[in-house]
């Protein structure tokens, strides 16, 4: 069973950046696609962005993209997401996120079966 513990959250001021970690037990982050979903009171689930445990490529929403990067550290077993350029509207619980090892990335949350308790991220203006 692998277990995902998210930390680095908190509150930052709009410019600011935060770099959050996630440290996975039970199984190997590279040899597992992993990722970031997010989340807001009242909104579903939103993909954030992804690594492919298989090949190493990643993936961003849109929202994201050019702002926040997503890498790994196999020694430390743990996936980071480094946010850049914080903007209020990038508020939510972030959650960690694994799956099963794939070429390809799902910005599905039903493809994840491993879900980190999540990290609260408030940016203010």
């Known amino acids: 069973q692998v277990q995902l513990v998210e930390s680095g959250g908190g509150l930052v001021q709009a410019g600011d950046s935060l770099r959050l970690s996630c440290a996975a037990s039970?199984?190997?982050?590279?040899?597992?696609?992993m990722g970031w979903f997010r989340q807001t009171p009242g909104m579903e689930r939103e993909f954030v962005g992804a690594i492919s445990g298989a090949s190493g490529i990643t993936a961003y929403a849109d929202s994201v993209k050019g702002r926040f990067t997503i890498s790994r550290d196999n020694a430390k077993n743990t996936l980071y997401l480094q946010m850049n350029s914080l903007r209020t509207d990038d508020t939510g619980v972030y959650s960690c996120?694994?799956?099963?090892?794939?070429?390809?990335?799902?910005?599905?949350?039903?493809?994840?079966?491993?879900w980190g308790q999540g990290t609260q991220v408030t940016v203010s203006s």
């Open positions: 039970g199984g190997a982050v590279s040899s597992t696609n």
């Open positions: 996120v694994g799956g099963r090892n794939s070429y390809s990335i799902s910005h599905s949350p039903t493809y994840y079966d491993y």
